[in-house]
C-alpha cells in the first residue's frame, strides 16, 4: 500500500512540474492520496528535490578550478553560468568542454554539484543559467523558476545555446571537441541544440527529455546518447520515436532505457524517484560515451 501511494505521488508531482498544474490543486490532491495534510507534506519531502542535500563533489574541492562566468553568444544575450575544471591536467591543449544544461528549476546547486563531476572526471565543464535573459534563476523559488522556463522564447533558446557551443568548440585558438549533457527539460533542450548546431557539436548526452518531431533528426549531425526511465511514460512516447528517426536517417542513436526507475533518477536530491544503481550505470555510461567522442 505505501509504494501505491508513493507511486501516485510521483506521478501527481510529475504533472505537477511539467504539466503546469496549479500548487493549491496539486496539494489537494496530494493530501487525498496521503490520508492528511501532515501526510501529504511528508510525502512531498520524499518526492520533491532538497535544496539542504550534500553534494557529491564540494564546491571548494581543491583538485577543482571553479568560477562564475558572463559570455554573450550573440549581440546583446548576455548569459551568467558556473563552470568548472580540473586544477591540475596533463592535457596538452584545450580539454574537451561539456555544457551541463539544467532541469526546470534552473541553475541550482544540484547542477553545480553535476558540473564539478564532470570536471573531476577530466573535462571542462559549463553549465549556463538558460533564465539568464529573464533576470537569472530566483534563488529558493523551483515555482517561479519553472514558471519562467515555460516563458522563454525557445527559438532565441536555442540560437543562443548553438552559438554558445561555436563559440566554445573555437576558443582558445584551437578548436575543441564541444559535447552538451541535459535533464528533464534540459534533456529536450540538448535535442534541440544537436539539430541546430550541426558540425559544431561532437557529443550529445539526453535525460529523461522530451524530443521534439521526428521530421527534424534528419538535421542531427552529433551521436547521441538517451537514458530513459522504463516508468516515464510521459517523456519516451516522444524520445524513442525521434531516436529512431535518427538512426532511420543514418545518424547515430544508441537508446538506453533503465527499467523500473522514474523521471529524474538521476538526481540524488530526491529521495523517492532517485535510483542509486541507475544513476552510477548511466554516469559511467555518459563518461565512456563523451571520452569517446571528445577525445
Same mark, same amino acid.
Given at each position: 500500500?505505501?509504494?501505491?501511494?508513493?507511486?501516485?505521488?510521483?506521478?501527481?508531482?510529475?504533472?505537477?512540474?511539467?504539466?503546469?498544474?496549479?500548487?493549491?490543486?496539486?496539494?489537494?490532491?496530494?493530501?487525498?492520496?496521503?490520508?492528511?495534510?501532515?501526510?501529504?507534506?511528508?510525502?512531498?519531502?520524499?518526492?520533491?528535490?532538497?535544496?539542504?542535500?550534500?553534494?557529491?563533489?564540494?564546491?571548494?574541492?581543491?583538485?577543482?578550478?571553479?568560477?562564475?562566468?558572463?559570455?554573450?553568444?550573440?549581440?546583446?544575450?548576455?548569459?551568467?553560468?558556473?563552470?568548472?575544471?580540473?586544477?591540475?591536467?596533463?592535457?596538452?591543449?584545450?580539454?574537451?568542454?561539456?555544457?551541463?544544461?539544467?532541469?526546470?528549476?534552473?541553475?541550482?546547486?544540484?547542477?553545480?554539484?553535476?558540473?564539478?563531476?564532470?570536471?573531476? &572526471?577530466?573535462?571542462? %565543464?559549463? $553549465? #549556463?543559467?538558460?533564465?539568464? @535573459?529573464?533576470?537569472?534563476?530566483? *534563488? =529558493?523559488?523551483?515555482? !517561479?523558476?519553472?514558471?519562467?522556463?515555460?516563458?522563454?522564447?525557445?527559438?532565441?533558446?536555442?540560437?543562443?545555446?548553438?552559438?554558445?557551443?561555436?563559440?566554445?568548440?573555437?576558443?582558445?585558438?584551437?578548436?575543441?571537441?564541444?559535447?552538451?549533457?541535459?535533464?528533464?527539460?534540459?534533456?529536450?533542450?540538448?535535442?534541440?541544440?544537436?539539430?541546430?548546431?550541426?558540425?559544431?557539436?561532437?557529443?550529445?548526452?539526453?535525460?529523461?527529455?522530451? &524530443?521534439?518531431?521526428? %521530421?527534424? $533528426? #534528419?538535421?542531427?549531425?552529433? @551521436?547521441?546518447?538517451?537514458?530513459? *526511465? =522504463?516508468?516515464?511514460? !510521459?517523456?519516451?512516447?516522444?524520445?524513442?520515436?525521434?531516436?529512431?528517426?535518427?538512426?532511420?536517417?543514418?545518424?547515430?542513436?544508441?537508446?538506453?532505457?533503465?527499467?523500473?526507475?522514474?523521471?529524474?533518477?538521476?538526481?540524488?536530491?530526491?529521495?523517492?524517484?532517485?535510483?542509486?544503481?541507475?544513476?552510477?550505470?548511466?554516469?559511467?555510461?555518459?563518461?565512456?560515451?563523451?571520452?569517446?567522442?571528445?577525445?
Amino acid at each position: 500500500m505505501a509504494q501505491d501511494v508513493q507511486r501516485a505521488a510521483i506521478e501527481l508531482y510529475d504533472r505537477f512540474t511539467h504539466e503546469g498544474m496549479d500548487r493549491r490543486d496539486f496539494m489537494a490532491k496530494l493530501t487525498r492520496i496521503a490520508g492528511s495534510a501532515a501526510a501529504a507534506s511528508a510525502l512531498l519531502a520524499d518526492v520533491a528535490c532538497r535544496a539542504e542535500t550534500q553534494p557529491q563533489v564540494a564546491a571548494n574541492d581543491t583538485r577543482l578550478r571553479t568560477r562564475d562566468m558572463e559570455w554573450e553568444p550573440r549581440p546583446g544575450r548576455r548569459y551568467r553560468g558556473y563552470s568548472a575544471e580540473p586544477a591540475v591536467t596533463d592535457a596538452r591543449g584545450p580539454l574537451p568542454v561539456i555544457v551541463v544544461i539544467h532541469e526546470n528549476r534552473g541553475l541550482n546547486d544540484h547542477i553545480r554539484d553535476v558540473t564539478r563531476r564532470f570536471a573531476l &572526471a577530466g573535462f571542462s %565543464a559549463l $553549465a #549556463p543559467d538558460w533564465l539568464s @535573459p529573464a533576470g537569472g534563476t530566483p *534563488a =529558493g523559488d523551483e515555482d !517561479r523558476a519553472r514558471a519562467m522556463i515555460g516563458q522563454l522564447d525557445m527559438a532565441a533558446t536555442v540560437a543562443d545555446g548553438a552559438a554558445t557551443i561555436g563559440w566554445l568548440g573555437t576558443s582558445q585558438r584551437r578548436r575543441r571537441g564541444v559535447g552538451i549533457v541535459g535533464f528533464c527539460w534540459g534533456g529536450g533542450l540538448v535535442d534541440r541544440l544537436a539539430i541546430a548546431s550541426g558540425d559544431a557539436l561532437s557529443a550529445a548526452v539526453s535525460y529523461y527529455g522530451p &524530443a521534439p518531431d521526428p %521530421a527534424e $533528426a #534528419p538535421r542531427v549531425r552529433a @551521436p547521441i546518447l538517451f537514458h530513459l *526511465a =522504463g516508468l516515464d511514460n !510521459r517523456v519516451n512516447t516522444t524520445a524513442r520515436p525521434f531516436a529512431a528517426a535518427i538512426q532511420a536517417a543514418h545518424g547515430s542513436a544508441t537508446v538506453i532505457e533503465h527499467p523500473n526507475v522514474d523521471h529524474a533518477f538521476n538526481n540524488d536530491t530526491s529521495a523517492a524517484r532517485y535510483n542509486r544503481e541507475a544513476a552510477t550505470q548511466a554516469w559511467s555510461q555518459t563518461l565512456d560515451f563523451f571520452r569517446r567522442h571528445l577525445r
